[in-house]
């Protein structure tokens, strides 16, 4: 059984007490606690327990924790991350790393120093030999911090590799900056990997790189990524990611994303649908953090387990991991529960990791709002919660805790930035995996090759086998490997060592022919890892035969559907990039700057976009199935390819609702305009260039200015609304006057409707060849369409495009460009209402005439006026004239339709079959409802809440906050109803030390915006009408169609 240890109420206030001198005000409802106070609110599995080593006030905002040589350890603290619920003054360069010693070996950190300090946000950390690389956010360059003089602190900062500037929201950058085992340093959201070598760093392109917050590597070299926005926890894990992201069939056992915590705070950004009717959390929404337990403090049974730290829902998963026939799987080590979990709701662990002595360490950032302001906007679901428990008043602390068990015997301190080569090469086969890695990467940077005899010897000889594996990779990462220990280490007695030397050969396949033999052996070894293994080199490593060595291969190993699955995956990866490189060395040539834009944003799509929407752009299915798709696909999406007025509010604002008559599992886009607009740019562009989708380029300056016209907007955009901003083409090209300077006589055929007539330059193309078109009003252009299907060759080599509103003077030129295809979109710029408009060729063809078989505009008339929401619209109208237009032209029956129906589903809180539970019974007549007051109900829920539904919150004498409805209440318990789906929770009234009533009704603001239109607000307003006055028998009528 486990043990829940819960704190006295005498320790919750001493510890409330205690914080005061850390803020000026904290949470009433969620006050912060002492590290042990919030360690007694933890559950933990048996044997186990969590230790403080490090906490407030020597750190605060803690995010990462490594270690160098000697066992110093760094602590990166995101000192500005969320000081107030607004997120303001975050990249303010306050922040800093810094380092902690324990100088007397009892296990908790002594010493302390700030050893680089004003800085934006760090995020990564990387100890060297002499120096400690860290990253910073908004930046992806890296910087070396050196203490000269020992003092703990930082004098000598040098540039380590220059990256550039990198936008974004600070949750989706790069974290990471982890050294593997096979001498490359990774990191998330980048689209390359470094190495440091001959005293320099270089880069290589990662193609599938991803991830989100955190990154880790097990013994042999494997990633885990994790994407907290995918909510998905481990993925990419497989193989390595230089292969591609490759995922298997079952990698994750069912129910393993579903989680187990034991706090009631749903301040989950998810919302309701990502809590259960205890408030409790569902599945991973916050998971990262993530490592692979490499030490030997633990029992045997813990080595090589997926750590995984869930900050929304304030628990630990351990996870086994566990190769069945070349497929990683991963489940949960304990069926129903977590590892550890905690009611204290400022409880954010953040990131885990294993220790020089072993041991199982956590980070936590110890503080109420764990969310990025982009997520707790002003009007947001998450918001509400935020305030209703004051989390935003919880911020300046943060612990680092080591988890020990019963049977823990500490490792000592290690002093390897005193120790030569030769000295650290005993470390290479250590029981702990951090000495091991250390010790590689140590000799490495030493770069002292007189070492060499003793690495072969470890190499082929080492009693452990990951003492051969780890002198392997030192010897590669030394430039040293020869094919003869290459050829030795495939014939190594363990399969690990067998693939890892299959790896490191992958440079000589391609021209040294020795290997050819032992090929043969390892492509039916007895381990499916090593068979794997061999398949991807000889691919990656560009095998003359490689293609005859995957057919036998597979052959030999068709029992096995993981090795083909692997095969495809890999093959459809690289094809994929050859693909891919060839299109960009094309594109490359003729629009560099798109070119550059769709690299960036390929990053930026690969690491945040592909959860849902898939590497392919067809998007993911969901993981509860029900034949759902996460999101749309992005391939041959109109949405995509059309106007960059539609698309670009698309991502600066979100987009809710069915698309194509078809749901989507997560139904809401998220709004990503706290993104830079060379950000959003950038991956506006990949999308709209990749999959098959073609179309023009939007800068930078295009996003700001749809930014600064959208500016007003509330809320996500529905399709009906962005309509507006990609209109259809005009129907009245014969009242279009024509003119060119070339064949006149044939202008007219390029409005007559007819494909197969044309009009044509009578010439083979040369700039300067014009026409022009007088519209007969004045219109706002968006795009225009030269259509030559039946003369494919000859679109415009070249254009320019220019507006006018009396066809004397013409603007700057409103888009620039050339054609590629068939047909020719082209998408304008214009400033406003134009009635003229001019396309000068500018291009130049010996063979081709430049033709136009039909020419069409696509614009927005004056009389068309901007979208607005629907909640927007009705706001502006007096509930009286709402509610006496309703009671004269609505209709009841359809108003049951949409009250009983999926669209805004009243029913699921107000239908009485089920209870009243989160909201009144609308069919029992109330004195104090008119007509008037039901508008204003649905309008603004929170403008006057029904008594019986006015939520509370709860404190408790030992620091919990529960939420709902009152029930009843004596002297002895109080009775609410929880909001989420309508469980009834009795507390005793000595358990009670507060009840606040809380301001926010349960019903969301906005509801009406997924109305088709305002009749079908009056119908749905004369149904409550209705029933309100004709109470349960009309309702039931109306409910059955009568």
Request: aromatic share 6%.
């Amino acid at each position: 059984m486990n043990q829940l240890r819960l704190v006295s109420v005498a320790t919750l206030s001493i510890a409330a007490l205690s914080t005061m001198t850390l803020a000026a005000e904290v949470s009433s409802k969620a006050p912060p606690l002492s590290p042990e106070a919030s360690i007694a609110t933890m559950q933990v599995q048996p044997g186990y327990s969590v230790v403080p080593v490090l906490s407030e006030p020597d750190i605060e905002e803690p995010s990462v924790v490594v270690w160098d040589g000697n066992g110093r350890m760094y602590v990166v603290e995101m000192r500005t991350y969320m000081q107030d619920i607004d997120g303001r003054n975050q990249l303010k360069p306050t922040s800093r790393v810094s380092r902690h010693e324990d100088t007397d070996g009892d296990g908790v950190y002594d010493k302390h120093t700030v050893f680089a300090d004003n800085l934006v946000l760090p995020r990564m950390v990387l100890p060297l030999l002499d120096s400690v690389i860290i990253g910073e956010t908004n930046t992806l360059d890296l910087k070396s911090y050196r203490d000269t003089d020992d003092d703990g602190i930082a004098d000598e900062i040098e540039l380590w590799h220059e990256g550039g500037d990198r936008g974004g929201n600070l949750e989706h950058q790069p974290s990471g900056l982890v050294w593997n085992v096979d001498n490359w340093i990774y990191t998330t959201y980048t689209g390359y990997r470094l190495r440091f070598t001959s005293g320099k760093v270089v880069t290589e392109p990662l193609q599938f790189n991803t991830g989100q917050w955190g990154l880790t590597h097990d013994n042999v070299g494997r990633m885990f990524y994790s994407t907290a926005g995918g909510e998905n926890p481990a993925l990419a894990f497989q193989q390595p990611i230089i292969y591609g992201q490759i995922g298997l069939r079952g990698e994750q056992v069912d129910g393993f994303r579903e989680v187990f915590p034991i706090d009631n705070v749903p301040d989950v950004q998810g919302g309701l649908a990502r809590v259960r009717d205890d408030n409790t959390l569902t599945q991973f929404t916050g998971g990262g953090g993530q490592s692979i337990y490499r030490g030997d403090a633990m029992p045997s049974d813990f080595d090589g387990d997926l750590i995984i730290c869930e900050p929304v829902g304030r628990l630990i998963r351990r996870a086994k991991v566990v190769d069945e026939e070349g497929r990683i799987t991963l489940s949960n080590a304990y069926e129903g529960t977590e590892f550890i979990a905690a009611r204290d709701p400022n409880f954010r662990p953040v990131n885990s990791a294993t220790g020089p002595d072993g041991c199982l360490y956590l980070v936590d950032m110890y503080r109420g709002i764990i969310q990025e302001g982009n997520w707790v906007r002003k009007g947001s679901y998450l918001r509400k919660i935020v305030e209703e428990y004051e989390l935003d008043k919880n911020i300046g602390r943060g612990r680092i805790y080591r988890v020990d068990h019963e049977s823990t015997r500490r490792g000592p301190q290690p002093r390897m930035l005193d120790e030569t080569p030769t000295q650290l090469m005993r470390h290479l086969s250590h029981p702990n995996g951090w000495w091991r890695s250390e010790a590689q990467k140590l000799i490495i940077l030493h770069g002292d090759k007189s070492v060499l005899p003793e690495l072969i010897r470890l190499a082929e000889n080492a009693d452990q086998p990951l003492g051969r594996l780890h002198a392997l990779w030192t010897i590669e990462g030394l430039d040293a490997v020869t094919p003869e220990l290459l050829s030795k280490g495939m014939k190594d007695s363990d399969a690990r060592v067998r693939a890892a030397a299959m790896r490191i050969a992958e440079p000589l396949l391609a021209t040294d022919e020795r290997f050819d033999f032992l090929i043969k052996d390892l492509g039916k070894d007895s381990s499916t890892a090593v068979v794997i293994q061999t398949l991807l080199s000889v691919n990656h490593g560009r095998h003359p035969k490689a293609d005859a060595i995957t057919d036998w291969i597979l052959i030999a190993n068709q029992d096995n559907p993981n090795v083909a699955s692997i095969a495809r995956q890999y093959r459809s990866n690289l094809e994929a990039i050859i693909a891919e490189r060839k299109k960009f060395a094309e594109l490359q040539s003729r629009n560099k700057e798109l070119a550059d834009s769709m690299v960036r944003g390929r990053v930026i799509y690969s690491t945040l976009c592909t959860t849902c929407h898939g590497e392919n752009g067809k998007g993911h299915p969901a993981p509860k199935g029900g034949g759902l798709h996460l999101a749309p696909p992005l391939a041959g999406s109109p949405r995509v390819r059309g106007h960059k007025s539609r698309l670009g509010r698309i991502l600066l604002q979100g987009l809710i609702g069915p698309i194509e008559d078809k749901t989507y599992a997560d139904g809401l886009m998220m709004p990503l305009a706290s993104n830079s607009d060379i950000w959003i740019a950038d991956v506006a562009n990949y999308v709209r260039n990749s999959w098959g989708n073609e179309a023009s380029i939007i800068r930078p300056t295009d996003i700001r200015r749809i930014r600064n016209e959208s500016a007003s907007r509330i809320g996500p955009w529905t399709l009906k609304d962005l309509d507006y901003y990609d209109p259809p083409a005009l129907e009245n090209r014969s009242e279009w006057k024509i003119a060119s300077n070339a064949n006149e006589d044939n202008l007219f055929k390029m409005i007559d409707g007819d494909p197969s007539t044309r009009w044509d330059s009578a010439a083979r193309q040369s700039p300067g060849t014009w026409f022009t078109i007088e519209l007969p009003e004045p219109v706002t252009p968006m795009t225009l369409v030269l259509d030559t299907r039946k003369s494919n060759k000859d679109y415009p080599r070249g254009y320019v495009v220019e507006v006018s509103e009396d066809g004397t003077i013409w603007n700057d030129p409103v888009a620039k460009g050339y054609g590629n295809q068939a047909v020719t979109r082209i998408e304008l710029d214009a400033p406003g209402l134009v009635r003229y408009l001019r396309v000068t060729q500018t291009g130049k063809s010996n063979v081709n005439y430049w033709s136009v078989h039909e020419l069409s505009l696509h614009a927005i008339s004056r009389d068309s006026a901007p979208p607005v929401s629907m909640a927007e619209s009705l706001a502006k109208m007096e509930p009286k004239a709402l509610a006496e237009h309703a009671k004269r032209d609505g209709d009841a029956q359809r108003g049951a339709t949409l009250f009983y129906g999926a669209t805004i589903s009243c029913a699921k809180c107000h239908d009485p079959d089920t209870g009243p539970r989160l909201g009144p019974d609308l069919a029992i007549k109330r004195e104090a409802v008119t007509d008037q007051t039901l508008v204003e109900a649905v309008l603004d829920p929170s403008k006057e809440i029904h008594k019986d539904f006015q939520q509370v919150s709860v404190i408790t004498a030992d620091g919990l906050v529960l939420t709902g409805f009152p029930v009843s209440e004596n002297d002895d318990e109080l009775v609410i109803r929880e909001p989420a789906g309508g469980k009834e929770i009795t507390i005793a009234q000595d358990d009670i030390d507060d009840v606040v009533p809380l301001k926010v009704s349960a019903m969301p603001t906005g509801l009406v915006n997924q109305l088709r239109d305002p009749s079908q607000f009056s119908d749905l307003i004369r149904f409550l009408i209705e029933i309100q006055d004709g109470g349960p028998e009309t309702m039931n009528r109306l409910k059955n169609g009568r």
